[in-house]
């Protein structure tokens, strides 16, 4: 193709297929998994993305609260779940987490996220009122981000509700999104092996339409560089592009490396760089009615997470403050970012940064914008603009 220097000429009815807009297959998604033609997938997955956002790169000023790290699971990938009376066991009050939200909210956050571990004693009302307490700690525009579909099933069984159910009261207390986590890999082997009594694939598939049907917004999420295959990765975003045509509302995808670190699968070796941007242009490749696709850069470190807006990722998530999980599994990357850090790193990239809400309604358009995202309001995962400020 002369659109782009391919070097695995196995690529080449792939990138005719990139080029036409075409939707690419499961034997697509395993041949790119199979090439080390890295920078040709990349040029792909940048051509992709710029078709869908063209220059902007996104980012947020948002907190993450992290309630407790007692969970019943104890998953054997887990470096934050603790027991209860363990060293390092911890949980917050409301009052705390109320606190936290409006410190957030206070420090210029859109978005306030919440994730948990599965307390064995905390009540469903606690959960509700979690959630109402947030919503009354922060501004309107502020959006309460909270509770994977793990802890939303939780809730259901110790509530004797649906989870469909549980995602109604949730959103009648003011709960605006979902986040991506728990999803991990759709296979059933890798679930049995390593997180046998997390929510399964098909209720996490589930869980997610029914929040959408609810008009609650949801990320998506795949753990990677553990013990599954290439070809269960590419399965996992195939069913992921599938509900996306059933409900729709999923607004990004986030890739997660894994962290082997203080888990009962430390002796794995962690992803590369080479693994983590190819992911995440292969992700771009095949996710083609998912809008945005996301670098955490707490997970990625702040160089790929910078590189990879040139292998398919138009967002690098956020300011962050106080993560907790990865960290716990050995991550080095900071607790928090500032917004001139987030900015600095758009920038040198050549792109042009762009504050955004959860829903990615803009805030701010920084620097000029040489030519408008090709995307518009009524596109797939997009939100309607709201709010933009003069450049700066």
């Known amino acids: 193709m002369n659109e782009f220097n391919l070097i695995d000429p196995a690529l080449a009815p792939i990138a005719e ?43 947020m000023v948002n907190r993450h609260i ?46 306030i996220h919440i994730v948990s571990g599965l307390h064995p004693d905390w009540s469903y009302d606690f959960y509700v009122d979690m959630v109402r307490r947030t919503r009354e700690a922060v501004p309107d525009h502020v959006i309460v981000q909270a509770f994977t579909a793990v802890e939303i099933e939780h809730m259901a069984i110790i509530a004797g ?126 996710l083609d009615n998912i809008a945005h696709i996301k670098a955490f850069w707490i997970m990625l470190g702040l160089k790929v997470a910078q590189i990879s807006t040139s292998f398919g990722v138009d967002d690098i998530d956020g300011t962050v403050v106080e993560e907790r999980i990865t960290h716990m599994a050995g991550a080095s990357t900071p607790e928090a970012l500032s917004r001139d850090d987030l900015l600095d790193m758009i920038r040198e990239t050549g792109h042009i940064p762009v504050e955004r809400d959860t829903l990615y309604r803009v ?10 995202p090709a995307w518009d309001a009524g596109a797939v995962g997009a939100a309607p603009k709201v709010g933009v400020a003069a450049e700066a």
């Not at 969970?71 to 109320?98: H, I």
């Open 363 to 372: 805030v701010r358009v920084y620097d000029a914008e040489p030519c408008a």
């Open 161 to 286: 509700r649906s989870t469909s159910e549980v995602l109604a009261d949730l959103k009648a207390a003011g709960l605006d999104a979902l986040p991506g986590g728990g999803a991990e890999i759709f296979s059933e082997r890798t679930r049995a092996a390593a997180w046998d009594k997390k929510t399964k694939s098909d209720d996490w598939l589930r869980i997610h339409g029914e929040a959408h049907q609810l008009g609650i917004a949801t990320n998506a999420t795949m753990l990677y560089g553990h013990i599954e295959t290439t070809e269960e990765r590419v399965d996992h975003l195939i069913r992921l592009r599938e509900q996306q045509d059933r409900t729709g509302g999923f607004l990004a995808f986030i890739p997660l490396a894994f962290h082997p670190a203080n888990t009962e699968m430390e002796d794995l070796p962690g992803t590369t760089g080479f693994d983590d941007l190819r992911t995440l242009a292969i992700a771009r490749l095949m």
């Open 17 to 59: 297929r990139v080029v036409a807009g075409e939707r690419l297959t499961r034997a697509d998604g395993v041949a790119l998994y199979a090439s080390h033609d890295l920078l040709g997938i990349g040029q792909m997955a940048d051509f992709a993305n710029r078709r869908l956002n063209g220059d902007r790169v996104y980012f």
């Open 66 to 111: 992290n309630p407790t790290n007692i969970c019943r699971n104890r998953c054997k990938f887990c470096a934050f779940a603790r027991s209860q009376g363990e060293e390092g066991a911890y949980e917050m009050t409301l009052d705390a987490v109320a606190d936290a939200s409006r410190e957030g909210a206070e420090d210029g956050a859109y978005e």
